[in-house]
């Protein structure tokens, strides 16, 4: 099956009465749009549609023009720019067909072409929408956050153990600790001054089963992101508890709910009843967990003359989904388990998913 690929001449004309009363409302303007159209039919309209994944179709007509067979072209009165479009007709039956290449069209009316010629070939997918910037802000602004130790419960004194040096990832990763001096009965995450919000999900304080604690449990497994990834279970690593989790379950960064965290507070701590060894901390920041969840079920459409068409369905084995899709293919992964969020992509001729709005 392959995915219909070409670009039709567009032609935007501003619509200027409306200028004054669109600008200062919503900093943009609504303008007139005449798009070729060099179908065959008997039909007098043509829509452009946005998408919409809470519909079957994927679809929704948001405008209507009138098609002008004369000239070969449909002429849109009222176009929103800052949208993504799809072109379409649809049969006496509403069955949708293309009539031109999706594209997005930006704040000052020029349309951007996204198509993008990647490989007809095998394809790593992480996600089904894209990490959204305030998340990805908060995580930058983690940076420098310190994991302190100390064996009095005011940490007076205390050692810094570890430091969040580089940008968390949007999973699970881990820091190791100095455990030159343990070990400690009470450990602490410390953000920044100019930063006092813990915006962390989700915590797991890891230690060796080899040390023979009793107050241990089973830790969750680190991401596995691609087909190439060497990553195996490392069956010493164990979870070490300060309470049992069925007490601590109410709180953000123990809920196993990777949209919460207790960024209220600069100060995350964790209180042991012995000196014990912490080697890592498991940690993942506050994210929209829109990432490929292991054991989900997805499915996966291609856009094909005016509909979406089913290339995959799957249940996710790891953190990733290969799959092989046409070459400059419009895409759109649903995750069947759980979460709303979802929109197309493309994927370039690096392999990375380029999604239709930033």
């Not at 490989?119 to 929408?129: P, Q």
């Not at 030159?180 to 602490?188: H, I």
Request: hydrophobic share 35%; net charge neutral; proline share 7%.
């Amino acid at each position: 099956m392959q995915c219909r690929k070409y670009w039709a001449d567009y032609d935007l004309i501003i619509n200027k009465d409306s200028l004054q009363e669109v600008v200062r409302k919503y900093n943009y303007v609504i303008g007139r749009m005449c798009v070729p159209y060099r179908e065959t039919g008997n039909n007098n309209l043509a829509y452009l549609a946005a998408f919409n994944s809470g519909v079957p179709s994927g679809i929704i007509p948001v405008t209507w023009g009138k098609i002008n067979r004369t000239k070969q072209n449909v002429t849109f009165s009222s176009v929103i720019p800052d949208r993504y479009y799809f072109p379409v007709y649809y049969s006496p039956f509403g069955k949708s067909f293309s009539f031109g290449e999706p594209f997005y069209l930006d704040k000052g009316g020029k349309i951007i072409k996204s198509h993008i010629e990647g490989k007809a070939d095998d394809v790593t997918l992480l996600r089904k929408f894209p990490m959204k910037q305030g998340l990805e802000d908060k995580a930058v602004k983690l940076i420098g956050t310190v994991i302190q130790a100390s064996n009095d419960p005011g940490f007076q004194p205390c050692d810094t153990v570890g430091i969040i040096a580089d940008t968390l990832q949007p999973y699970f990763q881990d820091i190791k600790l100095d455990m030159n001096k343990g070990p400690y009965q009470y450990y602490q995450i410390k953000t920044t001054d100019e930063y006092p919000h813990a915006a962390l999900s989700e915590l797991e304080f890891i230690t060796d089963i080899r040390y023979g604690y009793e107050n241990v449990i089973a830790a969750s497994p680190l991401p596995i992101l691609s087909s190439g990834d060497t990553l195996s279970e490392d069956k010493t690593e164990v979870r070490l508890m300060d309470e049992p989790l069925e007490r601590i379950k109410w709180k953000s960064e123990y809920d196993g709910n990777p949209q919460t965290s207790p960024e209220l507070y600069p100060t995350i701590r964790f209180m042991l009843k012995k000196p014990q060894f912490v080697t890592k901390i498991r940690m993942m920041p506050l994210n929209a967990d829109n990432g490929i969840i292991a054991g989900n079920q997805y499915e996966l459409f291609c856009w094909n003359n005016g509909e979406w068409k089913k290339i995959l369905s799957e249940r996710a084995r790891y953190n990733y989904i290969t799959v092989s899709v046409p070459s400059g293919s419009l895409l759109w992964l649903r995750n069947l388990t759980g979460g709303k969020e979802e929109l197309p992509f493309y994927v370039d001729s690096d392999g990375l998913q380029k999604f239709i709005y930033p």
